[in-house]
T-cell receptor
Framework: GAVVSQHPSRVICKSGTSVKIECRSL??????MFWYRQFPKKSLMLMAT?????????EQGVEKDKFLINHASLTLSTLTVTSAHPEDSSFYIC?????????????FGPGTRLTVL | QKEVEQDPGPLSVPEGAIVSLNCTYS??????FMWYRQYSRKGPELLMY????GNKEDGRFTAQVDKSSKYISLFIRDSQPSDSATYLC????????FGSGTKLNVKP
């Protein structure tokens, strides 16, 4: 399958700081990228969908000013958690869609564990 | 009602057993059905991908979709300790809803 990387794999930050997470598709061009959030023992929750070169589409209840998404190229999308607070601590996972159906064939990155102190 | 329901387990079986994992869903318009395996602190890894109904087999894994019952299953034959992980179903069309995951433990 296609390879998707995320960086960093884990980050610890102080409350009030901003954190940027990168998602890269390494061996294919991802026209669509998805950002998910996963709480312990809970399911993945879709936060937003981004298409290269256009604004992200956020799911209901996700603050777009809090979670800034940029999909500047076909291989890179970034998620910035602005003014992070302890309740933002979670496992953030991206997926990249490509090939014949960029929405329905998704390849996941390894995830980034964010801890806000 | 949740879009996708999955028994969280945990499910503990001896090595070599046949494992059955299941999900139910609510929206009959969903057409894509996927199973992911997730090891602790890692991202999900795609195992099986099915479009519409029917069965699909890949090695020791078989995915079944029953659209009339809105029920999908993943069977693992000859289970191995390395199969110990959390298994997530994902169902939808253009947007996916994930089950909460079933934690499987295969004992040597």
């Amino acid at each position: 399958g296609a390879v998707v990387s995320q960086h960093p794999s884990r980050v610890i930050c102080k409350s009030g700081t901003s954190v940027k997470i990168e998602c890269r598709s390494l061996d294919f061009q991802a026209t669509t990228m998805f950002w998910y959030r996963q709480f312990p023992k809970k399911s993945l929750m879709l936060m937003a969908t981004s298409n290269e070169g256009s604004k992200a589409t956020y799911e209901q209840g996700v603050e777009k000013d809090k979670f800034l998404i940029n999909h500047a190229s076909l291989t890179l999308s970034t998620l910035t958690v602005t003014s992070a607070h302890p309740e933002d601590s979670s496992f953030y996972i991206c997926s990249a869609g490509g090939g014949w159906d960029s929405y329905n064939e998704q390849f996941f990155g390894p995830g980034t564990r964010l801890t806000v102190l | 009602q949740k879009e996708v329901e999955q028994d969280p387990g945990p499910l503990s079986v001896p090595e070599g057993a046949i494992v059955s994992l299941n999900c139910t869903y609510s929206n009959s318009a969903f057409q894509y059905f996927m199973w992911y395996r997730q090891y602790s602190r890692k991202g999900p890894e795609l195992l099986m991908y099915t479009y519409s109904s029917g069965n699909k087999e890949d090695g020791r894994f078989t995915a079944q979709v029953d659209k009339s019952s809105k029920y999908i299953s993943l069977f693992i034959r000859d289970s191995q300790p390395s199969d110990s992980a959390t298994y997530l179903c994902a169902i939808g069309f253009n947007k996916f809803y994930f089950g909460s995951g079933t934690k499987l433990n295969v004992k040597p």
